[in-house]
């Protein structure tokens, strides 16, 4: 598969909402291919598809236990609360303070187009939120608390 590029803060397509996908075509497939190794390649936890320019409401996510597909998702329930750092690979090197649900319920259709509901909580939760926003267009710097920061990276070896 491709890696894709993924659009940077100020493009207008992250300000778009997306299109419901109808069926899993063959050039859904291999978007879906390449989104998660974009992901994985930019030490992402989630990426829609409008972070690579493509207008479907898609998107995938991997906290640490295998990836996730979600076609046309929606939220259907959400619980608590948590407030913690979020950045976004379309704003890299930058972080902020967001609160989001600590419990999450979604609806969505995976790449079988089996509906599917998913539960998540704490980081699964947040990366939920954070990634079917994007398919209405919106960004988390919306919902930040106070200031964006610079994420420091240490040295290697130290």
Same mark, same amino acid.
């Given at each position: 598969?491709?890696?894709? &590029? $993924?659009?940077?803060?100020?493009?207008? *397509?992250?300000?778009?909402?997306?299109?419901?996908?109808?069926?899993?075509?063959?050039?859904?497939?291999?978007?879906?291919?390449?989104?998660?190794?974009?992901?994985?390649?930019? &030490?992402?936890?989630?990426?829609?598809?409008?972070? *690579?320019?493509?207008?479907?409401?898609?998107?995938?996510?991997?906290?640490?236990?295998?990836?996730? @597909?979600?076609? &046309?998702?929606?939220?259907?329930?959400?619980?608590?609360?948590?407030?913690?750092?979020?950045?976004?690979?379309?704003?890299?090197?930058?972080?902020?303070? *967001?609160?989001?649900?600590?419990?999450?319920?979604?609806?969505?259709?995976?790449?079988?187009?089996?509906?599917?509901?998913?539960?998540?909580?704490?980081?699964?939760?947040?990366?939920?939120?954070?990634? $079917?926003?994007?398919?209405?267009?919106?960004?988390?710097?919306?919902? $930040?608390?106070?200031?964006?920061?610079? @994420? *420091?990276?240490?040295?290697?070896?130290?």
């Amino acid at each position: 598969m491709a890696l894709r &590029n $993924i659009r940077q803060m100020g493009d207008e *397509v992250l300000k778009k909402k997306c299109r419901e996908i109808k069926e899993v075509t063959p050039r859904i497939r291999e978007l879906i291919e390449d989104m998660k190794d974009t992901m994985y390649e930019a &030490n992402g936890v989630g990426l829609a598809a409008p972070q *690579v320019g493509i207008l479907k409401r898609l998107v995938v996510i991997d906290v640490g236990e295998g990836p996730i @597909v979600l076609i &046309n998702p929606r939220v259907k329930e959400t619980r608590g609360e948590q407030t913690g750092e979020e950045g976004c690979l379309s704003l890299p090197g930058k972080f902020g303070i *967001v609160t989001r649900p600590m419990y999450v319920k979604v609806e969505a259709w995976n790449e079988n187009m089996e509906l599917v509901e998913l539960e998540g909580e704490e980081l699964l939760a947040r990366a939920f939120c954070h990634e $079917i926003e994007h398919l209405d267009g919106h960004m988390y710097v919306e919902k $930040i608390e106070g200031e964006l920061h610079d @994420v *420091v990276y240490e040295e290697d070896g130290e």
